[in-house]
């Protein structure tokens, strides 16, 4: 619904600006009136607030206790950038993109897609690979576009910081 939408947008904007360090998680929770400020000021209905404000905090806090969360946030001196608005010609069209997070590391572009999916049942591996599948298009476009961006192989990934969860998607 909306409201899930407006968590995804809002946790992908703070992981545009969050940094790994000792006093991390400590300004994701002073944050926490800021977040409910800007639901409201999106029309986020009053009963759905708190567990807005709560998914948002338990999604950025999840990024700083997850090895692979800190692994992607880490910064990288070569090609690192977080939100990188793109344009190729793919097929004699003009497509548009935006990459979550990509940097270079150990000689491979890394290309990394947040997902605020949030998965209470089951059968986790089932689901994850679904996700996979479902972004497959995009995650092309993605690799496509990437591999422009210098010499280095692309590799892709989708992360999940709610269920601390990555799968590399293997196009």
């Given at each position: 619904g909306e409201t899930a939408r407006q968590i995804g947008i809002l946790v992908h904007a703070c992981l545009q600006d969050l940094r790994c360090d000792e006093r991390s998680a400590a300004r994701?929770?002073?944050?926490?009136?800021?977040?409910?400020?800007?639901?409201?000021?999106?029309?986020?209905?009053?009963?759905?607030?708190?567990?807005?404000?709560?998914?948002?905090?338990?999604?950025?806090?999840?990024?700083?206790?997850?090895?692979?969360?800190?692994?992607?946030?880490?910064?990288?001196?070569?090609?690192?950038?977080?939100?990188?608005?793109?344009?190729?010609?793919?097929?004699?069209?003009?497509?548009?993109?935006?990459?979550?997070?990509?940097?270079?590391?150990?000689?491979?572009?890394?290309?990394?897609?947040y997902k605020t999916s949030h998965h209470g049942g089951g059968q986790l591996e089932s689901f994850l690979q679904s996700e996979l599948e479902r972004y497959d298009d995009q995650l092309r476009r993605y690799a496509r576009i990437a591999a422009r961006l210098g010499p280095e192989p692309v590799r892709v990934g989708l992360y999940f910081p709610l269920m601390r969860a990555f799968r590399e998607w293997r196009g």
């Open positions: 994701v929770y002073a944050q926490r009136e800021a977040y409910r400020a800007w639901f409201t000021a999106r029309g986020v209905p009053l009963e759905q607030l708190d567990t807005a404000v709560a998914r948002v905090t338990e999604a950025l806090l999840a990024v700083l206790e997850d090895e692979k969360g800190r692994w992607i946030l880490a910064e990288y001196p070569a090609h690192d950038a977080r939100e990188l608005a793109l344009s190729a010609n793919l097929g004699g069209r003009v497509t548009n993109i935006v990459l979550d997070r990509t940097f270079v590391h150990q000689g491979e572009r890394w290309v990394i897609d």
